[in-house]
């Protein structure tokens, strides 16, 4: 007997399969990219602009986003201001007693950047409450009227000022902080209320150093002839050698011009506020 395999028909030959895995063609064909797409000038200008791309990206966040808006914002500083009983009424140099108050006054820097304080003030006066004749009143509310306001029982009368001085003495404030200033003040027994008026000229600029910014000067407050208050000139630690005019109007249209061409966001902030004093008449 023979030992070689039989023959299998032609039809009946086994088929291999397809190299490679499923669904894969038999052969690899090779990408072929167009010229202009290999073309060294082409990657320079991809990476040429993949570098605009990113600096425009941080200039947007660490430029525009985080310093030229912010410096745009506008800044603002809240006050608030108290008037408070102390715990006793101390005695007073007349024939009746005083009315002893706590004044408390709070600034704080609501806005996103560091603010800077120029030389702040307060200033206190007492105010009389005197009864009148009712049917008077509208004769006295013919206008105009004043920064007091009519009643129709009773009219109110300023006294003189009985205390000012200089508000902060921090030179800054940061975003979102708050500084306070307290201080005894002592009222004349026969007051009904006591009205507290607050300048805070703010910067949002850093002052020079060495008092450049006001001719080599710093910023005081004082009165003038008349008794109104106005910003003063002075040399540091100098308090004699002021330049002050007698003309409210003018003086504060000279300070005005000089720091708003340093700091064109610079504002004055000005609060009044009218507070009743129990154990007043």
Known sequence: MSSEPPIKPHGDSETLPPKGMPGSRTRARSLHLPAWMRSPSLHEWVRTLGIIIAASWGIYTFVWKEIYVPSQAPASISLEISLTPIAADGPSTGSSPSLQRELKVSATNASTRRLYL?????????IR?????????????????????????AVLQPYPTEAAGKLFV???????????????????????????????????????????LLGGRVLEWGYDKSDVVIPLLCAE????????????????????RKLKAFDSNYFLNEQSVQVGLSGGS
């Open 118 to 126: 120029l030389s702040s003030f307060w200033e206190l006066f007492p």
């Open 129 to 153: 409450r005197q009864v009148l004749n009712r049917s008077t009143f509208p004769a006295r509310a013919s206008g105009p009227f004043d920064v007091i306001h009519v009643e129709r029982g």
């Open 170 to 212: 921090d030179d800054h404030i940061n975003p979102g902080e708050t500084i306070h200033r307290s201080v005894i003040v002592s009222l004349p027994s026969g007051a009904y209320a006591a009205q507290v008026d607050v300048l805070v000229p703010v910067l949002t600029r850093e002052p020079p150093k060495g008092n450049a």
């Open 237 to 256: 630690g100098n308090p004699t050698d002021c330049q002050r005019l007698d003309d409210p109007d003018k003086q504060d249209r000279l300070m005005d």
